[in-house]
Structure formats: structure tokens, C-alpha cells
């Protein structure tokens, strides 16, 4: 037995001497990642002297081999640093700085690993080198915790086993626990955040997801750990789900994904800092493969006249308001007026259950409606079902394109596995090529899509103001609103699709499809343009609505959807958020919080020396009773000046601040 003990101990100290550890440091030196490759491959990180990771695993197993085992033997390692100026049309700035080290760990085989240090955070890929294609069986994923850190997740919004949670349209509340004590057998989606004892937090992402499955975390056995999941490869699809245009999975291969042998795979990062840090990151952008689109300049960014949310709902009209050529011209000359970009015509203007958008039903003339928007500088967008526009897909977008038509909304891909993600990718490139943007709804998060294809200009993958339809009991979107900015939004925009003229309190909130209302204050939906990225923006209520609350409206129509130059002035997640954002030479300011009453200090500090005009919609004195309550006001302030602001409980704010 002693023989025994001695051999063990021997075994286990050449393991320990053969293990190389390798060490990155971000510019500022302040986060640290070290890499060990002996007996696999780990990595831990320290933020400032805190332990933040500690020996998260990493391998990817194909089906003749695996990268990261026991035998991966390392031939060399390259280190390099970048600081450049990145592009970053229709996105928070103009352009973004990308300032990192890396380290890339290339291993016999031709395979190797990359790490890359920035400033508020790391991330690591595997990168491919061989000539023939590669089957990918799993991919060993861990996010190994220092301590048992409190977690705050969006699992998915699905009982049932894994497999049947991998069908979901990536929209839930998020959740908080520590994270020993998550629900088992649960998927979480991505992004997801954690807590550290020190008061760091943690943002777990994946970006450059491309002809790969999306990232799942699941509870894992390993103390404070959280281990991936990614789904299987689709064997076998049925046509079905919503008016038939879903493909459901029947059955599943035993890999993952098959790939071209030479390639890199999908970042895993971490977002390191404060609350602002996070919401402040751009990693999972700069992580993302470059624009494919050469010439962007047709790409127009732009707010949307919705007709779902509210229904289709009109008053004072002398036609029955519904899917007509009467409603939509109506939408059309609302937008036009209001300098409104585009309209949409979503569900319903081709015929219902035969996934075939060229089947336009009667009471609409799609040509007519084009050629009257255009007349009025506005741009029609049409929605469509996943299989639908997959199946005609050079069709319909040759098709509507030389219509005139700008854009799709595609929607029900609802999952992740490879075969959905190749068709994001095949969509974006055949609408660049006929000049369409796009929007896709029940979709997975952006994780950079919108850098590699710009013509994607906005995402779902969040639980959006379409819930408070039929929702009940009714969610608290107000502690969900004031946590996406330092979560979701992390991994890129969101069409959450805000801009409700009725408004109610906590108190007297009520779920309605046909005439649905907000929770929180008139104020705080104002905030939201300047909370929530969307280059697409929609607003979600009816022209009438909107025609009687003008003052609100010319205030939503003046806020950009795209921007020079974004910064969150301060925030607690799940609490409040104060973020500003400039257009040439103008600063919008948004601020909203929770349930909870706050009065909030607006730092100007940002602004140039100067003297400036703001205009203000804060919360009415009523407004903790009487949701619609606002007041407006006008103000002269410099960067200097003391800005005090309330917000009631649910409340917000919205300021334009201009130069005199």
C-alpha cells in the first residue's frame, strides 16, 4: 500500500512539473490570465489581485481525436499586442478602439489556442489549421468561478428535457441565485452575469458565431462551476409550429457541428468590472469577424411605424382598420409625417399557413403600397416566417427587392443549432446583395453578427414589450429593463421594441392583445430610445395614440438610432441606469429606474466647455399613481452644473442636450 501511495505521489508530481503555464496581461495590467496545458488545457483570471475564473477547462473533441486532451504536446507560442481604430457603422460610436494582448498557443496536430487580454476583459478560441473537413462531436466548455458567486440568468423559458428546451425563441426574465443553488438540468442562455463577494461582476459571452451552435451554460457537478451545452446537428426536420413555418427537429446526428478544416471557432469571453463596465464593453463587437459588406452606403438605419403591438388599432377613420391597403397607407402617411423611416407590415399580408410569401392576400397591392411609401420618403419592411423566406430565399429578396421593398423581418427560426445559424449567415449575405436589411426575431443573441453583416440591423433574443400582451401575471419589465443594458445588450442591439403611449403603475397593471399598455411611466418609455440600442427601432404603438400624445412623439422622432459616441454615466444592475449618447454635436440622455423611487445626479462632466440648452420629459409630481403623468422643461446647464433628477417608481427620463 505504501508502494502504492509513493508511486501516486510521483505520478502526480511529473504531471505537475510537466505543466506549462503561460501568462497574458491585459494594457492597463490589470487583468491577469494564466494558461496551463499539462494534463489538458485550463485557465484561470485575476481582475486587480481578485481571483475572478479558476481552472476553467477547454477542449474541443472531434470525432478521431480531441484538442485540449491529455496528449496535447505545445510546438510554440507567439505574443503580440493591437491598438487600432475599429469602424463600427450603425452601432453605440463611429468607431471603436481595439486595444488587446494575445497569446496564441499553437499545438502539434496544426490546431491552436488563442487568448486575447483587454482591458475590461479576455476571451479564447481554437483555431484550425487542417486540409480536410472536421467533424465536431463536442466542445468542452467551463465557467469555473472563484467562489460561489451570485448569478443573474435568463434560463430558458422552456419546461421539459434539454432537448426539448432547445427549442425556444430566446426570451425570459432574468433570475438570480448564487450559483450553487441554480435550478438543475436547466439551459441558461447567453449573455449571463455573476457577482463576486468583492463586488466585481462577471459577464459571460461568445462572439464570431458562424456555421457553429450556439453556447448553452448548464449547472455542472464541479463546485461553482457552469459547464456548456451546445446542441446536436439536426438529422431529420418536420415543417410545422407557428402557421407552419417553423422546421421542428425530429431527430439528431451525435456531433455538433461539421466544419472546414481551416477556421477559427467562436470567442468565450468574460467582461470583467463594475456595473458600468459591463454595460460600457464593447468586446463581444470587437471579437466579431470584420464587415463583409463592401459598400454600406445603402444601409439606412431608421425607426419603424409597428402595426403588431398595437393591434392595427385606429380611430377617427372612415375605413375598418386590419390588414388593407387603407390601414397601411394610414401607417405610411403617419410616418411620413413624423419623419418616420420606414412602415412594417408584419404577420398577415400573405396568406396564413402556406409558408409562401409570394401568396399576398387580396385586400393588399404590395406594389401599390410600395410605390405610395416611396412617394412619401418611407420604407416598406415585410415580415416573414423562417421557412418561408428560407426556402424562396434568392426569390424573395430578388423579388421584393426590385419591388422596391427595403427589408425583412424574419422570425420562428427559434434555435441555435448549426443549421439555423448557417441560414442567419446565408440570409445576411443574399439580402447584401439585393440591398435589404434585415431584422430577425425569434433568433439567439447578435454575439457580433451585426459587425461581420451590417445590413442586420437589429436582433430579437430578448423579452421584449410584446410580452405585456399576454403575459400574466404581468412581468416586472421595470427591474428587467434596468438589468438588459449590463447583460443582453452587452452582446450587441435588441429590438425590444419600445414606445407605449398607455402607461400604468405597478398597481394597476392588466394584461390586453387588443389594446395594450406599458408598466412604468410614460417618461421611462421615452428613456428607453436612449437606454436600448436598436438601429432599427420600432414604435410599437398606434398612430392614434400617438397623434394625441404628439409632444411625446416628437420627442421619440428626434433621438438618433445610431451614434458618435455612447458612455453610461451610472448604474446598478437590476436597479438604475444613466446612459448618454452624442450625435454630432447634441447629447441625449436617458435614465430609468425600478419599482423603487431614486433621485439620480446627472454627472456632465462629458460635456465640452460651453453653455448648452436641455430639454428634460421627467416624471410628473403624479406620476407614482398616474403612469402617463410627465412634465417638460427647459433648462441652461454647462458641464459644471449640479442636475438633480426624479424618477418615480417605474419612472425615467429623456434629455436633449444642444450647444447655444
Known amino acids: 500500500m505504501k508502494n502504492f501511495i509513493l508511486t501516486a505521489l510521483c505520478l502526480l508530481s511529473t504531471v505537475a512539473l510537466s505543466a506549462k503555464v503561460y501568462t497574458l496581461e491585459s494594457p492597463d495590467s490589470k487583468l491577469d490570465v494564466q494558461v496551463t496545458v499539462g494534463n489538458g488545457i485550463s485557465y484561470s483570471v485575476s481582475y486587480d489581485g481578485c481571483p475572478v475564473i479558476e481552472g476553467a477547462s477547454l477542449s474541443l473533441i472531434l470525432s478521431d481525436r480531441t484538442w485540449g486532451g491529455q496528449d496535447s504536446k505545445v510546438i510554440k507560442t507567439r505574443t503580440g499586442s493591437v491598438d487600432a481604430c475599429v469602424p463600427a457603422p450603425f452601432y453605440r460610436a463611429d468607431s471603436l478602439r481595439d486595444h488587446y494582448n494575445s497569446l496564441v498557443i499553437d499545438f502539434k496536430g496544426g490546431w491552436a489556442v488563442e487568448f486575447r487580454a483587454y482591458d475590461d476583459g479576455c476571451a479564447y478560441r481554437f483555431i484550425s489549421r487542417q486540409k480536410s473537413d472536421l467533424t465536431v462531436i463536442n466542445e468542452k466548455v467551463e465557467l469555473s468561478l472563484a467562489e460561489n458567486a451570485v448569478m443573474t440568468v435568463p ?160 380611430e377617427g377613420v372612415d375605413f375598418i382598420a386590419g390588414v388593407n391597403n387603407d390601414t397601411y397607407k394610414y401607417y405610411i402617411d403617419f410616418a411620413s409625417a413624423n419623419g418616420v423611416e420606414y412602415v412594417i407590415l408584419d404577420e398577415g399580408w400573405s396568406e396564413t399557413g402556406t409558408a409562401d410569401l409570394f401568396k399576398i392576400i387580396p385586400e393588399i397591392d404590395m406594389e401599390g403600397l410600395v410605390k405610395y411609401a416611396e412617394s412619401k420618403g418611407v420604407g416598406i419592411i415585410l415580415w416573414g416566417g423562417y421557412y418561408a423566406f428560407h426556402k424562396d430565399l434568392e426569390n424573395v429578396c430578388r423579388h421584393y427587392s426590385e419591388m422596391g421593398v427595403k427589408g425583412f423581418k424574419i422570425d420562428f427560426m427559434d434555435r441555435d443549432d448549426q443549421e439555423i445559424v448557417d441560414f442567419i449567415y446565408e440570409a445576411a449575405e443574399t439580402a447584401a446583395r439585393y440591398n435589404l436589411v434585415l431584422d430577425f426575431h425569434g433568433m439567439y443573441k447578435p454575439a457580433g453578427l451585426t459587425r461581420t453583416w451590417p445590413n442586420v440591423l437589429n436582433v430579437e433574443g430578448v423579452f421584449g414589450l410584446e410580452q405585456l400582451k399576454f403575459r400574466e401575471p404581468v412581468p416586472d419589465m421595470m427591474t428587467y429593463d434596468a438589468t438588459l443594458p449590463f447583460i443582453r445588450q452587452v452582446s450587441g442591439p435588441m429590438d425590444y421594441t419600445q414606445g407605449a403611449m398607455r402607461n400604468q403603475t405597478q398597481e394597476s397593471a392588466y394584461k390586453s392583445f387588443t389594446e395594450p399598455a406599458s408598466v412604468g411611466t410614460r417618461a421611462h418609455q421615452l428613456a428607453l430610445y436612449v437606454i436600448f440600442e436598436s438601429p432599427l427601432n420600432m414604435l410599437c404603438d398606434s398612430p392614434s395614440n400617438y397623434m394625441k400624445e404628439q409632444e411625446c412623439t416628437d420627442a421619440i422622432a428626434e433621438v438618433p438610432v445610431v451614434w458618435n459616441e455612447s458612455r453610461v454615466l451610472d448604474g446598478q444592475m437590476g436597479d438604475y441606469i444613466v446612459t448618454a449618447r452624442r450625435s454630432g454635436d447634441t447629447w441625449y440622455v436617458g435614465g430609468i429606474t425600478d419599482w423603487d423611487a431614486r433621485d439620480v445626479k446627472v454627472d456632465l462632466s462629458f460635456l465640452p466647455e460651453g453653455k448648452y440648452e436641455a430639454v428634460i420629459y421627467k416624471d410628473g409630481v403624479n406620476a407614482h399613481r398616474k403612469a402617463t403623468d410627465y412634465k417638460k422643461v427647459t433648462v441652461g446647464l454647462c458641464k459644471d452644473t449640479d442636475l438633480n433628477i426624479h424618477m418615480a417608481p417605474g419612472g425615467g427620463f429623456l434629455m436633449t442636450i444642444k450647444p447655444l
Open 155 to 314: 434560463y430558458v423559458l422552456i419546461d421539459g428535457t434539454i432537448e426539448e428546451q432547445l427549442i425556444n425563441s430566446f426570451e425570459n426574465l432574468y433570475e438570480t441565485a448564487p450559483l450553487n443553488a441554480l435550478k438543475e438540468n436547466q439551459l441558461m442562455m447567453l449573455p449571463l452575469a455573476a457577482e463576486l463577494s468583492s463586488g466585481l461582476k462577471v459577464c459571460y459571452i461568445e462572439s464570431d458565431l458562424e456555421s457553429y451552435p450556439g453556447l448553452y451554460l448548464l449547472k455542472s457537478e464541479k463546485e461553482n462551476t457552469l459547464e456548456g451545452y451546445l446542441p446536436k446537428y439536426p438529422k431529420s426536420t418536420v415543417q410545422g409550429g407557428h402557421s407552419n413555418i417553423e422546421m421542428l427537429v425530429t431527430e439528431r446526428e451525435d456531433y455538433i457541428a461539421k466544419v472546414k478544416g481551416t477556421r477559427t471557432f467562436p470567442w468565450r469571453g468574460v467582461v470583467v468590472g463594475t456595473d458600468v463596465d459591463l454595460a460600457n464593453s464593447d468586446l463581444s463587437y470587437l471579437l466579431a469577424s470584420p464587415s463583409r459588406v463592401s459598400d454600406i452606403s445603402w444601409i439606412r438605419p431608421g425607426k419603424v411605424a409597428w402595426d403588431w403591438w398595437n393591434d392595427l388599432n385606429l
